[in-house]
C-alpha cells in the first residue's frame, strides 16, 4: 500500500502551492529569488512528500510571547490584564497545542500542525482587535478552532488531500456590528483545518442538569 506522501499530486495541487507561496511573498515572508525557487520546485514535484518542505518553514518567523509585559487593548477598548497570556503563534511537531480559557490573541496569529495537533479555543479569548487573522497550516496534522456564538467567522484556507472548512455550528450565531471577526486561512496538506462554532465552557454541563440528564 503506498504511504500517502508517496502519492501522486495532479496540477490542481500544484496551483493550490504556487497560490500559497504567493501570498506568503507578498506577506514578506519570502523574497523575490526564494519565491521563483519554491515555485520551480512545486511544478516540478511529483508526490505530496515534495511538497512538505515548501510550506512547513512559512509560519515560523512568528514569534510566540508567552505573556504581555505592558497592557494590551482589547477590541471594545477595554485594558487587557497585563497578566493575562497573550499569544501570537501555534506550533506542534508531533505533539500537541492547546490554547484554552482566558487568555489574549494577538491580531495575528499563525498556527502549525506537523503530524501533531494545534486546538485554539476562542470562547474566552480576549480579542486585542476587531479582525483577527490566523494562518492556520496542518501537514499530516490538524488545527481545530473554536469560537463562540458572537464571532463572526471567515474561512479562506485550501485542502489538500485533507480539509480546510467550518464545521456543523453546534450553537446558533449570535451576531451583531460590534461582533470580533476571525479571518482563517493556511493550507491543509494531508491534513485538517476545522472551524466549529460551540456553546461557552460548562454550558452543556448546566444544561443537561437542568434536563435532569
Known amino acids: 500500500m503506498t504511504e500517502p506522501e508517496q502519492m501522486r499530486i495532479s496540477d490542481a495541487d500544484r496551483h493550490k ?5 504567493r501570498e506568503a511573498a507578498g506577506e514578506g515572508r519570502l523574497d523575490l ?21 515548501l510550506l512547513v518553514d512559512l509560519p515560523a518567523g512568528e514569534v510566540d ?9 482589547r477590541a471594545g ?23 484554552k480559557g482566558v487568555w489574549a490573541i494577538s491580531p495575528t496569529h499563525t498556527a502549525l500542525a506537523i503530524m501533531g495537533g494545534v486546538t485554539l479555543d476562542l470562547r474566552e479569548a480576549i480579542f486585542t482587535a476587531r479582525e483577527t487573522v490566523i494562518t492556520a497550516n496542518a501537514i499530516m496534522g490538524g ?3 473554536y469560537v463562540n456564538a458572537h464571532t463572526h467567522v471567515v474561512v479562506e484556507g485550501v485542502g489538500i488531500m485533507g480539509g480546510f472548512d467550518q464545521g456543523r455550528d453546534k450553537v446558533d450565531a449570535e451576531l451583531d456590528a460590534g461582533s470580533p471577526v476571525v479571518r482563517v486561512k493556511g493550507v491543509a ?25
Open 189 to 213: 496538506l494531508m491534513g485538517g483545518v476545522t472551524v466549529t462554532r460551540k456553546q461557552m465552557p460548562g454550558e452543556g454541563g448546566r444544561l443537561r442538569k437542568m434536563l435532569g440528564h
Open 65 to 73: 510571547i508567552p505573556q504581555v509585559t505592558t497592557p494590551a487593548v
Open 143 to 145: 488545527v481545530e478552532v
Open 33 to 53: 529569488e526564494e519565491l521563483d525557487e519554491r515555485l520551480e520546485a512545486t511544478y516540478a514535484a511529483k508526490v505530496y512528500g515534495d511538497l512538505v518542505p
Open 77 to 99: 477598548g477595554q485594558p487587557v490584564p497585563a497578566d493575562t497570556p497573550t499569544h501570537a503563534s501555534s506550533l506542534a511537531i508531533m505533539s500537541g497545542q492547546d490554547r
Open 17 to 21: 502551492v504556487a497560490e500559497v507561496l
